[in-house]
C-alpha cells in the first residue's frame, strides 16, 4: 500500500476525530469525611458517599427534624432574621474580611468573604485549642436557605449545589489528638 494513501488516511480519520464534540459523561462527586483520633480512644472513620446517592436518599428520610431533604428549625432559632437579605448583602459585597473577634482568652475568629466563598477560622490557643476551618461556597448556603419556610434549611438542595461548586476543602478541625477533615471531589478514595 502507498505511504502516502496511509498517511492521507490516517491524518483524515485524525482531523474527523478532532471536529466530533466530545460529550463524556460527568465525574461522580463524593463527600469525604476523615476522622483521626489518636488520643484515648483511637478511632479513625472515613465516609467516601457519592453525592449523587445523598441527593437521592436525603429526600426519602422522614424522621424527626429531617423530611424531604428539609431540615425543620426551632421556631424561634432565626425568628427576626432575614436571611435571603443577608445573603445577599454578603453575595453583593466585595471580598474582604467581615468579622474578627479576639476575646481575651486569645481565641480569635474570623469571617470572610473570598471568591464566592465564606470562609470561618477559629483559632483556640492551649495545648487542647482546637483550629477550625470552614469554607462554604455561597451558592451552598443560599441553596440552605432556598425553602419558602422560614423555619427550614433545604440542605438536599445545599448538596446538589455543593455537587456543582468543584473540589474544595469544606471543613478541617484539629487538635492535638483529634483531626476532622471534610472535602469533596470527583475521587472515590481520599486523596
Known amino acids: 500500500m502507498d505511504k502516502r494513501w ?4 490516517a491524518a483524515a480519520a485524525f482531523f474527523c476525530v478532532l471536529s466530533v464534540p466530545a460529550v463524556a459523561a460527568p465525574a461522580d462527586r463524593y463527600l469525604h469525611v476523615q476522622v483521626s483520633d489518636s488520643g484515648n480512644k483511637g478511632e479513625d472513620v472515613n465516609v467516601n458517599l457519592p453525592l449523587s446517592v445523598a441527593e437521592k436518599v436525603l429526600p426519602t428520610i422522614d424522621r424527626g427534624p429531617l423530611h424531604q431533604g428539609r431540615v ?3 421556631r424561634d432559632q432565626l425568628k ?3 436571611m435571603p437579605t443577608i445573603l445577599e448583602a454578603i453575595r453583593n459585597s466585595p471580598d474582604n474580611k467581615l468579622v474578627t473577634v479576639k ?3 486569645g481565641e480569635n475568629i474570623d469571617i470572610s468573604k473570598a471568591d464566592g ?3 470561618v477560622h477559629v483559632n483556640e490557643p492551649g495545648k487542647k485549642g482546637d ?3 470552614v ?3 455561597i451558592a451552598v448556603v443560599d441553596a440552605l436557605f432556598s425553602t419558602a419556610q422560614k423555619n427550614e434549611i433545604n ?3 445545599a448538596l446538589q449545589a455543593l455537587d456543582n461548586a468543584g473540589d474544595s476543602f469544606l471543613v478541617t478541625v484539629e487538635n492535638t489528638s483529634e483531626h476532622v477533615r471534610v472535602w469533596v471531589d470527583s475521587h472515590n478514595q481520599p486523596q
Not at 496511509?6 to 488516511?9: E, F, M, N
Request: proline share 4%.
Open 6 to 9: 496511509i498517511l492521507g488516511a
Open 72 to 74: 425543620m428549625l426551632d
Open 80 to 82: 427576626g432574621i432575614d
Open 103 to 105: 476575646d481575651k482568652d
Open 117 to 119: 466563598k465564606i470562609v
Open 131 to 133: 483550629n477550625v476551618n
Open 135 to 137: 469554607t462554604v461556597p
Open 155 to 157: 440542605v438536599a438542595a
